[in-house]
């Protein structure tokens, strides 16, 4: 991986680890079958409302292994930060920010198919989900395939605002991906001179 590539990846994982804390903390609000409940902040009695006292003590894992995993994402500990999402999803598989923090781990170990797979699922989950197109973008350009990673990150560009500080660099990947895409088109189809 050459060093822009890096520097990309590592400016992903911070937003990622900025965007993700804020989606869990909004996604802790809403109730829905899979995600936890919102919870009062006193700790329930287990013996009086076990039911209460369960889901306080899964959404206290939740958030306290979500956190783990940002941090090692942002530590660059792909396979820590994997292991810590695994039991996110296991507790809460409707979460959107779970799947793309574990397809942002995926890519940091070079398993693209997989990162796209999180990728695919988190905007089956949430299709307004910005990150996971910028994610799904960098997953099919490991794939080797430039024009789903142009369609994805066209994706990201048109579901942004226009400050968004990350629209730049997608605007550069899809220039650099124009251009790999135009050799390759070149190399394929040389001019034929008379």
Known sequence: MNS?????????????????GIGFVLSARSVAPDKPAAVSALPADP????????????SVEIDVRFKQAAAMLHAQQYEHAATALHRV?????????????????????????????FFEAALNLRPAQLNAYYGLAEALEGLN????????????IHRSSPDEPYVRKARAAIWEW?????????????????
């Open 89 to 117: 999803l296991e507790l809460a598989p409707g979460m959107p920010e779970a799947h793309v923090n574990m397809g942002f781990a995926m890519i940091g170990v070079k398993r693209y198919a997989a990162a796209r797979d």
């Open 145 to 156: 395939d430039l024009e789903g990673a142009l369609g994805a990150m066209r994706s990201y």
């Open 4 to 20: 822009i590539a890096q520097k990309r990846l590592l400016l992903l994982a911070l937003a990622v680890f900025a965007a993700g």
């Open 47 to 58: 013996n009086r409302d076990p039911a209460l006292h369960a889901r306080q003590a899964r």
């Open 178 to 194: 124009e251009m790999a895409l135009k050799r390759k088109s070149n190399k394929d189809f040389p001019k034929t001179g008379k």
